[in-house]
């Protein structure tokens, strides 16, 4: 298979030097400190008029910090406990966009490293594979057709009754592996390259745009439009702990796998007569560590929308401070990711104030630009 960042394979083994170093560890502490300065810009500013100094206080509040019904009311939905008001707005609705934000950024970010791999391809991300289109489908289709819809799964005496909302996540993964295994099959030809994947990838979020777009004649209200028009932009408005309690789960488990096969995507960055020399069974393999990304990315499509580009741009950034040892860049891209999208919400948020703009403008309007560099920047990219 052809590749466009063969050359960026891993030049060292574990046998030759460790991979944590003071690089990896300076990066990710910068990269926390971006993320809590960034994270509390977020919570100082809103329609609520307080000053920064009264957001940091309802911010540290030790009733709120250390109250334990708090936190239950947070993370399980159970009642709100009494607080103040500055402390409402700023942990019930302030700080948990930043949560998501977080989470988003940390998910996109591992899921584009996971497709640059997978594929052999820089260009690679769940947005030009067409997998976010997919999910995005999906999740829409869900929300505009059958909002509030309850399915009763059976279990051993008795059944489950879950709402559609909260099997958001995996309606998402499902359109996303959809949409995968339709770009991989249009790509297919004896084999894959780079330059026929992404053209793949095109073809198909053109379609799943279109069929997007279609279900707004199905909407039933004014408001179900726009509330679906800002998603299909993506954006974090409105998200609170519903949404975090939402993610938080399927977003652990699929990063727990990322980082538990970066081994297995150093050797698959090798080459494929390499990977099998070396005992990798690679279809399997790469069809495995797929999952992971499409979960990661479906993840945070439920929650936050179609946010074009940015699984695209950090893994290049983290590449470019760490190198290419997937060791190294999956743990800089789980903590570039949420730095970066609390930035770009931030400036989404307060760049037009008082009028609030998707955090997916942001990131298309930047990585956009960067994505025809990458593309101009490569000498051979395979045949098609």
Known sequence: MASAHSDSAPSETANERGWITPQLVTFCLACLGVTVIAGLIQV?????????????????????????????????????????????????????????????????AVSGAIFQAVTRNELASPYVLGVSSGAGLVVLLTLVVFPGVTIVI?????GIALTTSALLPLLAALGGTIAFLLVYGIAWKGGTSPVRLVLAGVIVNMVFQSLQR????????????????????????????????????????????????????????LGERTAKSLGMRVERMRFLLSGVAILAASTAIAVAGIIGFFGLVV??????????????????????????MVVADVGA????????????????????????????????????
Not at 360 to 383: C, E, I, N, S
């Open 44 to 108: 100082s500013f809103g329609s609520y008029s307080m000053t920064i100094g009264q957001a940091w206080r309802a911010m540290f509040n030790p009733d709120v910090v250390f109250n334990l019904d708090a936190w239950e009311s947070f993370l399980l939905g159970s009642e709100l406990p009494e607080m103040n008001r500055r402390s409402l707005v700023v942990w019930n609705i302030r700080l948990p966009r930043v949560f998501v934000a977080a989470i988003v950024g940390a998910s996109l």
């Open 154 to 158: 059976p279990v051993l005496f008795g």
């Open 214 to 269: 279609g279900l707004f004649f199905f909407a039933d209200s004014l408001g179900v439009v726009q509330s679906a028009l800002a998603w299909i932009t993506g954006s974090l408005t409105g998200t609170g702990w519903e949404q975090v309690r939402l993610a938080i789960v399927p977003a652990t488990f699929a990063i727990l796998l990322a980082v538990g096969g970066a081994r297995q995507l150093n050797v698959l960055l």
């Open 315 to 340: 893994p290049h950034v983290v590449r470019i401070v760490l190198g290419s040892d997937y060791r190294r860049l999956i743990i800089g891209c789980l903590f570039a990711g949420p730095a970066l």
């Open 349 to 384: 948020r307060l760049a037009l104030s008082p009028v609030q703009i998707p955090v997916g403008v942001v990131t298309g309007v930047v990585g956009g630009p960067y994505f025809l560099y990458l593309m101009r920047k490569q000498q051979t990219m395979g045949d098609l």
